[in-house]
């Protein structure tokens, strides 16, 4: 087989043995930690990465009890936060308004992780990494850049590589999706129906 399908294919499986495995094994536990001292997660992304972090919000709080939100469950907040105060402010201004603190940690999903320089790409998530440090939560993420405000940050961050250049975007978020499921069915956060009732009691 040739051609394009054959190509991406490829590209994914190249992704897949590259991804650091002890990574994502520190990030579940990071979460699992998180979950057992009352901690929340805030999921953030734009683009691709925003539509991840609505999915991870479900599946964390369904399946793995996390105290889980995005900014995306109110967009007329995170829009009024950009009217008022511009967009490259207004991931952090909705984590400030949510009272996010040294308690709580935030993952990231997106492609370049917050460009560090001051006119790069995903300025928002830039400030917003940079607030969470300040305030000392927790800072995780999957993203496709290594020089990234996220990757050079983070205390738990997953960067996929092995790829090539026109195709960072697509695999980054592919990849997004595939750890949102490999977190959530992992038996160190996956909770049984029991342990649902348990928690939630």
């Not at 972090?53 to 599946?59: G, Y």
Request: net charge negative; charged share 20%.
């Amino acid at each position: 087989m040739t051609g394009h399908t054959a190509s991406f294919l490829a590209w994914v499986a190249r992704c897949a043995m590259e991804i650091d495995q002890r990574g994502i094994e520190d990030m579940v536990q990071c979460l699992r930690l998180l979950r057992q001292k009352g901690g929340r997660l805030f999921v953030v992304g734009v683009g691709g990465g925003a539509a991840n972090a609505a999915h991870a919000v479900n599946d964390l709080r369904k399946i793995a009890g996390l105290e889980a939100y995005s900014p995306w469950d109110s967009p007329s907040e995170l829009t009024a936060w950009t009217n008022d105060d511009a967009w490259a402010n207004s991931i952090k201004r909705w984590l400030q308004s949510s009272r996010m603190t040294s308690h709580d940690a935030m993952l990231v999903f997106s492609v370049t992780g917050g460009d560090t320089g001051l006119d790069g790409r995903s300025p928002s998530i830039r400030t917003a990494v940079e607030y969470a440090l300040e305030i000392g939560a927790a800072i995780l993420g999957v993203v496709g850049s290594p020089t990234g405000t996220t990757a050079l940050c983070g205390r738990h961050v997953v960067v996929v590589s092995g790829y090539e250049e026109h195709l960072q975007s697509a695999l980054t978020e592919s990849f997004q999706c595939v750890l949102i499921h490999l977190l959530v069915s992992h038996p160190d956060l996956r909770l049984s129906e029991a342990d649902r009732q348990h928690l939630w009691s």
